[in-house]
């Protein structure tokens, strides 16, 4: 029994080390330089799976009665929430959130997860079905292409679905002249919508852009960004390791990720630049491809707020659909908003779940 014991004690102690280990890496990521420690962006993505495993350690320890790793599991628990939150309710005020006097908007990335002729259909009764459930006033897709043809914009079929429920989407969605982006912003506010495609200095070599666009709200100009940042390209990689040369690949996968890596950190502190020259009232949607605990969330955040993060969003996940990992879409907003819900809805048709938020602006700011 007591050798039992002990075996089951080594074990747990190996495990509770491994945690530690990868917990403290992730949770100091996003305060070190990530042009040395680029590496450590992926344990920070799995900070709440690692603090949930810490949570089942401490109950292990706590039947062992190994008294001092109780104590550090505590720990971690208890900083995994300082960072994430509560799980709150996502809805702070559910009348405040349907009354006439609210933003909605909604992030989308539309990139199936096995394309296919049947997908043309599916999308566009999706986002006929998500326009009438959510009602949302700002559709931010991403991985969608809209470009200028002959005067017009010109849409994939799938997205007239858009056009039918009152957005601006064609022939006039606002776009500037001779513009192409897989960033699209759709709207169905009253009045003019000015959309300009930017290609940072740092995406010259990939089509995942950032849109720029100004439109009038009640009365008030803001500004609404639309972004798609660079994620981590595999394909080579996973060639490599279907013809058995896995050495090869496993080289090629770390110098591919610490490439994007560095490549998305230089998008990031562009794009911090730009925020911080906007004086209007400012909304940041999309698909950062960073968790809200890894080192480019936290730069590009700057003095924006989180609104999904202030009711409990941090414990909602909206990438992958078949294994929900981590929540890389974001609504990032100037202290002129405050947000009074958040849904994460289950459709699947993408590797993306749709992240819809409710704001309402604050007179105060």
Same mark, same amino acid.
């Given at each position: 029994m007591a050798v039992g014991r002990t075996v089951i004690g080594g074990f747990v102690t190996l495990a509770s080390m491994l945690v530690l280990a990868l917990f403290s %890496?992730?949770? &100091?990521s &996003?305060? @070190?330089?990530? &042009?040395?420690?680029?590496?450590?962006?992926?344990?920070?993505?799995? @900070?709440?799976?690692?603090?949930? &495993?810490s949570a089942v350690l401490l109950l292990l320890h706590a039947l062992l009665r190994y008294g001092r790793w109780v104590a550090v599991h505590a720990v971690i628990v208890v900083l995994f929430i300082s960072r994430a939150?509560?799980?709150?309710?996502?809805q702070a005020d559910a009348e405040a959130a349907s009354s006439a006097d609210t933003l909605t908007v909604m992030s989308f990335n539309y990139t199936p997860q096995e394309r296919s002729p049947e997908h043309a259909p599916v999308l566009r009764n999706t986002l006929g079905d998500l326009a009438s459930t959510y009602t949302p006033d700002l559709i931010a897709m991403q991985s969608i292409r809209v470009f200028q043809r002959r005067g017009g914009v010109a849409l994939i079929n799938e997205l007239d679905t858009l056009a039918t429920v009152g957005y601006q989407a064609k022939p006039d969605a606002g776009f500037a002249p001779r513009f192409d982006t897989r960033v699209p912003l759709f709207?169905? @506010?009253?009045?003019?919508?000015?959309?300009?495609? %930017? $290609?940072?200095?740092?995406q010259q070599d990939t089509d995942r852009h950032i849109t720029?666009?100004?439109?009038?709200?009640?009365?008030? #100009? %803001? $500004? $609404?960004?639309?972004? !798609?940042?660079?994620?981590?390209e595999r394909g080579y990689a996973l060639e490599l390791f279907e013809t058995g040369r896995y050495r090869d690949a496993l080289r090629e996968l770390v110098a591919v990720y610490r490439r994007d890596v560095l490549r998305r950190v230089k998008e990031v502190r562009e794009l911090r630049r730009r925020l911080?020259?906007?004086?209007?009232?400012?909304?940041?949607i999309g698909d950062l491809n960073a968790s809200p605990f890894n080192w480019e969330y936290r730069h590009v955040r700057g003095a924006l707020r989180d609104a999904p993060a202030h009711l409990g969003g941090n414990w909602r996940f909206t990438w992958h659909t078949?294994?929900?990992?981590a929540r890389i879409d974001h609504v990032l907003t100037s202290t002129h908003w405050e947000a009074l819900?958040?849904?994460? #809805?289950?459709?699947? %048709?993408? #590797? !993306?779940?749709? @992240?819809? $938020?409710?704001?309402?602006?604050?007179?105060d700011a």
């Open positions: %890496i992730g949770f &100091a &996003a305060y @070190l330089p990530p &042009a040395w420690f680029w590496w450590t962006g992926l344990p920070a993505s799995l @900070l709440p799976f690692l603090a949930g &495993a939150g509560w799980p709150t309710h996502m709207s169905r @506010l009253q009045g003019p919508v000015q959309q300009e495609p %930017i $290609v940072l200095e740092a720029r666009a100004e439109l009038s709200w009640r009365g008030r #100009d %803001i $500004v $609404v960004y639309n972004v !798609h940042l660079r994620s981590f911080e020259r906007e004086t209007k009232p400012t909304l940041l078949r294994m929900p990992l819900s958040m849904h994460v #809805d289950a459709t699947t %048709i993408s #590797d !993306h779940f749709p @992240l819809v $938020v409710t704001l309402r602006f604050r007179e």
